[in-house]
């Protein structure tokens, strides 16, 4: 019987530390700069945001400028702004795309390109926009919260519950958030 949960134990030790691991080398293609960019690399003191996003989702579209306002709030506070964009290709066409569109939009942030699907696997993404929250701990970058922007995708003005907000303000403060995960609700992302 001892032998048993010793062994499920340094199971589960394997697996988590794999995970790390993955988690800590994932990469992408950089479509602003054109260079590949890491996940450390990408963080700041307070942590980081990924935001899952695909211009061709109406969803993504309509979120945009609140992106751009949680940006402008948060980004002084040491908190890194990354999006990610799993349904395109790494190749010089889509970077050139989606180089302009970031410039256009005035998102003013990285914008990888996850054409293998290994940050949408990692972090069990299905919609765009989805929206992971890391915060740096004692054994590196942790989720504190993953989901939805707020409770309204589709009329800004008639949003009550500002899910990412909050969480943003409480790790400012260093704490983790009360709610740590919340449903997103928008385009399905088609895995290859």
């Known amino acids: 019987m001892k032998l048993i949960f010793v062994s499920l134990l340094l199971l589960l030790v394997l697996s988590s530390t794999s995970y790390s691991q993955n988690f800590s080398q994932l990469a992408a293609t950089d479509a602003v700069s054109g260079s590949p960019k890491t996940l450390t690399g990408l963080a700041k003191e307070k942590g980081v945001l990924l935001i899952f996003h695909d211009p061709s989702c109406p969803f993504a579209k309509l979120y945009e400028n609140r992106i751009k306002a949680l940006k402008t709030k948060f980004e002084a506070q040491e908190i890194g702004f990354v999006m990610i964009n799993p349904q ?105």
Not at 172 to 179: D, I, L, M, S, T
Not at 180 to 187: S, T
């Open 88 to 192: 395109a290709q790494n190749n010089e066409s889509e970077l050139t795309r989606f180089r302009a569109y970031i410039d256009d939009s005035g998102l003013n942030m990285p914008y990888l390109i996850d054409d293998k699907q290994q940050w949408t696997q990692v972090f069990k993404v299905t919609k765009i926009p989805e929206v992971v929250l890391l915060m740096p701990g004692k054994t590196g970058l942790a989720i504190v919260y993953k989901g939805a922007i707020d409770n309204n995708p589709q009329l800004e003005s008639a949003v009550t519950e500002k899910y990412l907000e909050m969480a943003l303000t409480q790790m400012v403060r260093g704490e983790k958030p009360a709610v740590p995960q919340v449903r997103a609700v928008g385009c399905n992302i088609r895995i290859y």
